[in-house]
């Protein structure tokens, strides 16, 4: 099991979320996995989570789980990242460092213990958004039921909606 705390990025297991719009995420997932142990990706429906896709990112599952895809980054991360190009379809290791880092040990924490992770830091992993703190979920899906091969995620900054 990875450390709980690294440079102050925190992985919470117990899923103690602060911000309601990752509460309320949580019990989407939850609603839409029913008795299954993920849901699917065809499950998380766009029309259901508008207020917060501006702040969803998903990625495929790729080569097993030796590596991550890009396939969504919503807009409000998008803008933050400055990024011009269309990161969809790219490796995670596209993102900046201080993203990549926290997005690969997230990723990797879902895939071990194939179940939502909550988590958070004081100075968000963004360039120039380092001055606010982020809370986020990570949660698996699964197009069979079994085995993760998209993992979708909600981060949220502390000073904006």
């Known amino acids: 099991m990875p450390a709980n705390d690294v440079n102050g990025f925190h992985l919470d297991l117990e899923l103690n979320f602060q911000r309601p719009e990752l509460l309320s995420f949580h019990a989407y997932w939850n609603a839409k996995r029913g008795a299954r142990q993920f849901p699917g990706r065809a ?90 703190g982020l809370e986020a979920i990570t949660a698996p899906l699964s197009s069979n039921g079994a085995d993760i091969d998209v993992i979708v995620a909600v981060s949220m900054l502390e000073r904006r909606k």
């Open 43 to 132: 499950d998380v429906v766009p029309r259901d989570l508008l207020g917060i896709l501006p702040w969803l990112h998903m990625y495929d599952v790729v080569d097993g789980d030796a590596d991550f895809r890009i396939r969504l980054i919503g807009s409000a991360l998008t803008d933050m990242l400055g990024k011009n190009e269309d990161l969809r379809s790219k490796p995670v290791s596209a993102l900046p460092p201080s993203c990549f880092e926290r997005i690969r040990r997230v990723l990797g924490t879902v895939l071990e213990v194939r179940a939502p992770v909550r988590t958070f830091s004081r100075r968000a992993g963004i360039p120039g958004q380092d001055f606010q």
